[in-house]
T-cell receptor
């Protein structure tokens, strides 16, 4: 079982709609959860982090965490063409406090 | 402000040649440091991480090694490159989140 799992996509969403990205993790001791956006050929950039169960909102982005289900999600409202990228879920903590493990990423495409 | 420098941006090396990639961080002290590799179209594979000078945790046994000779310097090395070492190498730093450098695209020929 992979430590962090994501659907590879591609996920195609019409412009203006809500994009929903999901991630599951295997280590129940994980403490911190991150979403990164990566444009083709570029390095990942952090867009959201969440530590506690529930929702965390930042502009058009909402991260959701459910530790009991070992599930993290990212919602992007009012999707724009510039949101087309690969979204990487990352998990920190658990067996090693400082280790950060990434999922393989979900490719998101926003169609005009 | 905190910044990370990683160089070179691209590198073409023959099979069997040595490798040294360097990453330095400014504007912070005692950061966690990470080396990741990303194969084409794939996710990020954690190679090494360090929580302090001289402390290196290896995640993947292979012909790569890492060193942290100074607090804000992280070096990735290989004595003999393999074709399978080709990829996008990313250095990252941070105490809670991880912030990435611009990466080095390595092609082994």
């Amino acid at each position: 079982q992979k430590e962090v799992e994501q659907n590879s996509g591609p996920l195609s969403v019409p412009e203006g709609a809500i994009a929903s990205l999901n991630c599951t993790y295997s280590d129940r001791g994980s403490q911190s959860f991150f979403w990164y956006r990566q444009y083709s050929g570029k390095s990942p950039e952090l867009i959201m982090f969440i530590y506690s169960n529930g929702d965390k909102e930042d502009g058009r982005f909402t991260a959701q965490l459910n530790k009991a289900s070992q599930y993290v999600s990212l919602l992007i409202r009012d999707s724009q063409p510039s949101d087309s990228a690969t979204y990487l879920c990352a998990v920190k903590g658990g067996s090693s406090a400082s280790k950060i493990i990434f999922g393989s990423g979900t490719r998101l495409s926003i169609r005009p | 402000s905190q910044t990370i420098h990683q160089w070179p941006a691209t590198l073409v090396q023959p099979v069997g040649s040595p490798l040294s990639l360097e990453c330095t961080v400014e504007g912070t002290s005692n950061p966690n440091l990470y080396w990741y590799r990303q194969a084409a179209g794939r996710g990020l594979q954690l190679l090494f991480y360090s929580v302090g000078i001289g402390q290196i945790s290896s995640e993947v046994p292979q012909n790569l090694s890492a060193s942290r000779p100074q607090d804000r310097q992280f070096i990735l090395s290989s004595k003999k490159l393999l074709l399978s070492d080709s990829g996008f190498y990313l250095c990252a730093f941070g105490r809670t989140e991880a912030f990435f450098g611009q990466g080095t695209r390595l092609t082994v020929v």
